[in-house]
Every structure is written in C-alpha cells, then in structure tokens.
C-alpha cells in the first residue's frame, strides 16, 4: 500500500545537472522524515542528504555539500533532489526512503524504501 517510486536519473556529462523525484502513494508525506542514499558497485549504501517532517532540517554528506539540495512539497507527496556540478564519482544508484519520525538521519534505519534510479556521470 505504501509505495515511493524515484524518477530522474539519467546519463549527464561533468559539471551537469539532473534533478531527481521520488513520489509517495498510500500515506501523507508531512509524517515522515526522508533520505536520499546511493550505491555504487562494490560500495556499501551511503547517505547523501535528509530532510525533516516539517522540511525545517536538512542534512548533506560532506561530499554533496554545497552541490545537492533537498526539499519536499508536501502537497504533492514528493521529495526532491537537485544534483549540480556533478562529478564521476556521484555515479550510483539512487534511493529515497520514508521514516515514520520528525527527525531525518544520514544512517538506512528508514521504513519504506524506492526501487532505485540510476545516475551516471561520465564523459
């Protein structure tokens, strides 16, 4: 019944952009802290950002910093992530996840996850 469903992803050059959404059915979104993580082959899953309930906290990686932006519209039950200056090594698979919790943490202790979007950067 609950379902997050990324979109986005693609195929960017160096210093490009993409922008990436994950939609949210089945529950409201202004319960729920949410993350974005993503893996890379033979790489361990890694937080990049999260955002509070309310979106009054947020929280980057050191290494997205500066370059990724999260932000949600509860409205619309999505989440988003604005990726500039891409790099090689943000190259990965992307995921959002839900927690049922005002709070947001950069560790996978989330409830409900999305199936993943793919993201290269390469030239």
């Known amino acids: 019944q609950l379902q997050l469903v990324e979109s986005g992803g693609g195929l960017v050059q160096p210093g490009g952009s993409l922008r990436l959404s994950c939609a949210a059915s089945?529950?409201?979104?202004?319960?729920?802290?949410w993350g974005w993580f993503r893996q890379a082959p033979g790489k361990e899953r890694e937080g990049v950002s999260c955002?509070?309930?309310?979106?009054?906290?947020?929280n980057y990686a050191d290494s997205v910093k500066g370059r990724f932006t999260i932000s949600r519209d509860n409205a619309k039950n999505t989440v988003y992530l604005q990726m500039n200056s891409l790099k090689p090594e943000d190259t990965a698979v992307y995921y959002c996840?839900?927690?049922?919790?005002?709070?947001?943490?950069?560790?996978?202790?989330?409830?409900?996850w999305g199936q993943g979007t793919q993201v290269t950067v390469s030239s």
């Open positions: 996840a839900a927690a049922y919790s005002r709070r947001c943490i950069m560790a996978p202790n989330y409830d409900y």
């Open positions: 089945g529950f409201t979104l202004d319960y729920y802290a």
């Open positions: 955002i509070s309930n309310s979106g009054g906290y947020t």
